[in-house]
């Protein structure tokens, strides 16, 4: 059965299908490349396309929509929490003045805002505007509420014997997870699968270059 919804509706789309528990359970939390290489969904820096991030094209809010209409403090608090980023409050002021001139549209603009505000590189390869589009694109799609309601409601939704397995990028995403799963793992009820968080081998991140910053972590439901 295939169903288009968000993580954080796991209980409800099991419930309206009859599954009253699961064997299994993977959240991969990561981009799909397809998406990541089409300019026109907007959510990558390298392609000029219409700022829009929406992972599901239904929904209203887009990222050019808070580009140009959030207040420079409430840009800075998104990029600040979202994308972790410290000079937030300086790109933030550079994208309020450049949206008084005309609205920002595409993501080539967006970009050279963030390059003007940091310059076109930093040090350690991550291009400058990496943080600012991360950060728009976990806003647009509410990824950080989706992850905390697939946490609170997924462990309690597997069958004894059950695995939970959750794939993070970032440490945004990761730490909410380490956090439950050990808080879970504390109440009893649940055992770990892998002492330590694995990641993907030197050969997988050869083939793969978006695998290298992976993490997988997993629970498995204990027998009544």
């Given amino acids: 059965v295939l169903e ?23 959240a991969d939390l990561g981009m799909s490349s397809y998406a990541l290489d089409d300019p026109q969904r907007g959510f990558s820096f390298r ?7 929406r992972m599901d094209s239904r929904n209203a809010i887009r990222a050019r929509d808070i580009v140009n209409e959030e207040s ?15 000079a937030s409050r ?20 967006l970009r050279a805002i963030v390059e003007r505000a940091l310059g076109a590189h930093r040090r350690g ?5 990496t943080r600012t589009f991360q950060a728009l694109r976990i806003a647009v799609n509410h990824e950080m509420e989706s ?22 990028y970032h440490s945004l995403e990761d730490r909410p997870v380490k956090e439950r799963f050990r808080e879970l793992l504390r109440a009893g ?12 081998s ?3 991140t050869s083939r793969n270059s978006r695998a290298r910053s992976a993490k997988i972590r997993c629970i498995e439901r204990s027998a009544p």
């Fill in 4 to 26: 288009r919804a968000d993580f954080g509706e796991v209980a409800n789309v099991m419930k309206h299908h009859g599954f009253d528990g699961a064997d299994a359970m993977l």
């Fill in 72 to 86: 420079a403090e409430e840009l800075a608090r998104i990029i600040y929490t979202y994308g972790e980023e410290r």
């Fill in 125 to 129: 390869g991550a291009h400058p505007a």
């Fill in 202 to 204: 030197a050969a997988e």
């Fill in 147 to 168: 992850l905390a309601a697939l946490l609170r409601d997924g462990p309690a939704r597997l069958n004894p014997g059950g695995r939970m397995l959750v794939i993070s």
């Fill in 47 to 53: 392609l000029d396309g219409p700022l829009d991030m």
């Fill in 189 to 200: 009820g649940y055992a770990a699968i892998a002492r330590k968080v694995i990641k993907p």
């Fill in 90 to 109: 300086r790109i933030a002021r550079m994208i309020v003045e450049a949206r008084r001139r005309s609205p920002i549209e595409t993501t080539g603009e």
